[in-house]
């Protein structure tokens, strides 16, 4: 049970950070600062992907510990920068989250994921 867990947030992971990128897909940074739903709708997908992060490193940490290059800290400490000041929110920021590492997270993932079920096709 505990290893479908982690895939479960691991997949809320990949799905939050799909959902985030395909929010701002065509747009330009200048857009995005001034687009006030396209905004709220990345926010809280990071609040989930943080979220979810949270939980593997509370409840799976030997897991996180062995994907050290995923930015496991990293996330789940913009998690906690948006929800404790949300109305500090440097937009910026979340843009450049957006653009620039969601897209790599997104490619480690398809490694991490499928370590996170070494017995899946065993079963079959």
């Known amino acids: 049970m505990s290893g479908k867990r982690l895939a479960d947030y691991l997949d809320h992971m990949h799905q939050a950070a ?3 990128c395909a929010f701002v897909e065509g747009l330009v940074r200048e857009d995005f600062l001034e687009d006030k739903r396209t905004q709220q709708a990345v926010i809280m997908s990071l609040l989930i992907l943080g979220e979810s992060v949270t939980r593997i490193m509370d409840d799976h940490p030997g897991f996180a510990a062995a994907h050290a290059t995923v930015p496991w800290s990293s996330m789940r400490g913009m ?3 948006i929800a404790h000041g949300y109305f500090d929110i440097n937009l910026d920021v979340v843009w450049d989250t957006v653009e620039i590492n969601l897209p790599e997270l997104l490619a480690q993932l398809e490694q991490v994921r499928s ?3 070494p017995d899946e096709n065993a079963s079959v």
Do not use: L, M, T
Request: proline content about 0%.
């Open 115 to 117: 370590d996170a079920r």
């Open 18 to 20: 799909s959902d985030a």
């Open 79 to 81: 998690r906690n920068r």
